[in-house]
């Protein structure tokens, strides 16, 4: 195989869980942070700042222990002690999201000063976290290239106002629980003489179109070998998006507005359907699990998956396999590939944290590019020993950029699997909208509306 065993390690790390926090009053201090932070020089008076992470220590900040990257991370943690004067301190609650921590927090106990968790959403929704608008001067969230586009964001999100940050900026964690890829084994396509996938893509011919001619072509059945040319994992959020679709429209009032009922959906879904349609042997719909056994075992050609489950899974046991979108629809904008993440890793502060600023300042310092690799290409040469074509490194560092939140802690991405169900059985666009949408719409109207002024004032910001 292409790449060293140590190297696979570093990318396991979106699959840990979490452990047991502190549970002693913390001392309070009382600094006065505004005069001491001048963006170059701070003196934090020996603040003690406790960060505890939703896996266990055998993997700091989800990097296994002993690797180049958490001994990376460990260090920038005793360094910002150096820098800061302070003393900065790892503790965990393993196997969970740091639930466990809500009810300590609401009981008055403090558990930590900084939360580090891939599900930061039922820490916001608990209420938990320090709303971050307020501690802005010390941690810029709208710094993209540091903590990440707007799908980072609005994962920690609550009522237009971010309350985490995740720190996108080091290697490996361009990765992220997001459906909107397919794993493809080039060995069968390499065996058959089939056109990559990865060349339809390059060139610019990675559409609906495209996909509905290659999928009979990606069938294999010699007689001897059977393989089913696309499996269909999940819902069919991801399919909408690549086809412009949006969880929330604009009235001319200025005013948003649910949009699971746009006509880019229903087209998404009435696609998805007709194609099942035409070509149900050649579509599977196997869960993960099901999913990734088929796909290791050579019977599935193309898979839906996430780059999380790639490296957690698939990348141990297959020699050579590339990565592709999904393909891009009639309304969508070929090249953006935009995707509705799950989870992410992210930084939140708790509401009785020490030093609320403090923390935001610890948090900042971390987030900053590792020594070594601050630019596009040094994360690309970090990813270079997972893959075996530079397109799949390309995609893999940048595919991030237009990625949304899928608002699944909420009920949002059901509707999407209720879709893909209802569309597997024949189901049209106008039967599925009619039957889910409704209440669906007042989920998206209670928690995606609300962000809605962040998103457009997010938007704009990028744009100037």
């Known amino acids: ?89 790892l503790t965990a609650e393993p196997n969970s999201y740091l639930e466990g921590t809500i009810t300590k927090v609401y009981s008055g106990v403090h558990v930590a000063d900084i939360g580090y968790t891939h599900q930061p959403s039922k820490l916001v929704q608990a209420s938990v976290l320090q709303p971050l608008d307020i501690l802005r001067d010390y941690v810029d969230y709208m710094d993209s290239e540091k903590f990440g586009s707007l799908g980072m964001l609005e994962i920690g999100m609550k009522n237009g106002v971010p309350h985490t940050v995740s720190p996108v900026a080091w290697p490996g964690k361009q990765m992220s629980y997001t459906y909107n890829i397919f794993s493809v084994n080039e060995d069968i396509i390499s065996r058959y003489g089939k056109v990559d996938p990865r060349d339809y893509y390059e060139n610019g011919e ?28 999940w819902g069919l ?21 649910p949009a699971l009922d746009s006509a880019v959906i229903a087209e998404t879904f009435d696609w998805f359907s007709n194609l099942y349609k035409r070509y149900p042997d050649c579509i599977g719909v196997l869960g993960y699990n099901e999913m990734t056994s088929g796909f290791l075992a050579g019977e599935i050609v193309m898979a839906q998956t996430s780059f999380s489950h790639m490296m957690g899974d698939i990348v141990y046991e297959m020699g050579n396999y590339g990565i592709v979108p999904m393909p891009c629809g009639p309304n969508g904008t070929y090249g953006e590939w935009p995707c509705a993440i799950s989870d992410f890793d992210s930084f939140g502060i708790y509401i009785n944290a020490v030093q609320p600023d403090g923390a935001a300042m610890v948090i900042n310092r971390m987030c900053d590019p590792i020594e070594g690799y601050e630019t596009l290409n040094d994360l690309q040469d970090y990813a270079s020993g997972i893959f075996y074509d530079k397109r799949d490194v390309e995609f893999f560092t940048t595919y991030l950029k237009n990625a949304r939140w899928n608002y699944w802690t909420v009920g949002i991405f059901d509707y999407f699997g209720n879709a893909k169900t209802e569309a597997i059985k024949g189901a049209s666009s106008s039967e599925i909208i009619e039957k889910y949408a409704p209440a669906a719409s007042e989920l998206v109207e209670e928690y995606v509306v609300p962000n809605y002024e962040f998103i457009k004032q997010y938007e704009e910001y990028r744009k100037d």
């Open 1 to 89: 195989m292409k790449k060293a065993i140590s190297c696979l390690l570093l990318f396991v790390f979106m699959l840990g869980m979490c452990s047991c926090g502190q549970t002693q009053q913390a001392e309070e201090f009382n600094l006065d942070l505004d005069s001491l932070y001048d963006g170059s020089s701070v003196d934090l008076d020996g603040y003690e700042c406790i960060i505890i992470q939703s896996f266990d220590l055998e993997q700091p900040f989800c990097y296994p222990l002993d690797t180049l990257m958490s001994d990376a991370v460990l260090k920038r943690m005793s360094d910002i002690g150096k820098e800061y004067n302070c003393t900065v301190t």
């Open 237 to 257: 959020i991801d399919l909408a998006f690549v086809n412009g679709a949006n969880l929330i429209k604009v009235d001319d009032a200025g005013n948003a507005k």
């Open 206 to 233: 990675w559409t609906w179109a495209t996909f509905e001619t290659v999928l009979p072509d990606y069938q294999i059945d010699d007689g001897e070998f059977k393989a089913t040319a696309v499996n269909f994992t």
